[in-house]
C-alpha cells in the first residue's frame, strides 16, 4: 500500500500524517496521498487517490474545526470521492479493472490495466 503526506512546516506534516491515519482507519488499504497547504486562516487540505490523476481528489478548505469535525470531514469527502468513482467504502479492492469518475470528461478518464 502506498501513502504519501506533504506539508511545508512540521505542523503541517503532523496533520498530513493525522489525515493518512484517519483515512487508513476509514479505509484501509487505499493508497491516498494528503497535501497540506497555506496558514491556519486560509490554508487546507488536499487529499487524492494515487489510481487516479494527480489533480483528481478533494479540497478541505482552510475552515476552523473541532477535532471531531475535521475527522467527520475528511472521512465525508473520501467516501464521497470513492462514491464519485464507483470503488466502494471500506477496504480497498486493487482488482477493479476499469474506473469512471464521475464528473470527469469522458476523453480525462483513467482505465487501469489488469497485470
Same mark, same amino acid.
Given at each position: 500500500?502506498?501513502?504519501?503526506?506533504?506539508?511545508?512546516? +512540521?505542523?503541517?506534516?503532523?496533520?498530513?500524517?493525522? $489525515?493518512?491515519?484517519?483515512?487508513?482507519?476509514?479505509?484501509?488499504?487505499? +493508497?491516498?496521498?494528503?497535501? $497540506?497547504?497555506?496558514? !491556519?486562516?486560509?490554508?487546507?487540505?488536499?487529499?487524492?487517490?494515487?489510481?487516479?490523476?494527480?489533480?483528481?481528489?478533494?479540497?478541505?478548505?482552510?475552515?476552523?474545526?473541532?477535532?471531531?469535525?475535521?475527522?467527520?470531514? $475528511?472521512?465525508?469527502?473520501?467516501?464521497?470521492?470513492?462514491?464519485?468513482?464507483?470503488?466502494?467504502?471500506?477496504?480497498?479492492?486493487?482488482?477493479? !479493472?476499469?474506473?469512471?469518475?464521475?464528473? $470527469?470528461?469522458?476523453?480525462?478518464?483513467?482505465?487501469?490495466?489488469?497485470?
Amino acid at each position: 500500500m502506498i501513502l504519501y503526506q506533504e506539508g511545508a512546516t +512540521p505542523a503541517q506534516h503532523a496533520l498530513a500524517h493525522e $489525515v493518512l491515519e484517519i483515512l487508513g482507519v476509514a479505509y484501509p488499504g487505499h +493508497p491516498w496521498a494528503v497535501r $497540506v497547504y497555506g496558514n !491556519d486562516s486560509g490554508g487546507g487540505v488536499f487529499i487524492t487517490h494515487l489510481d487516479f490523476p494527480g489533480n483528481w481528489g478533494m479540497n478541505c478548505k482552510g475552515a476552523t474545526y473541532s477535532s471531531s469535525a475535521f475527522k467527520r470531514e $475528511v472521512i465525508i469527502k473520501a467516501g464521497e470521492w470513492l462514491e464519485r468513482a464507483a470503488l466502494k467504502r471500506g477496504r480497498y479492492d486493487d482488482d477493479q !479493472d476499469h474506473y469512471y469518475v464521475e464528473g $470527469v470528461p469522458l476523453k480525462d478518464q483513467h482505465y487501469k490495466e489488469k497485470g
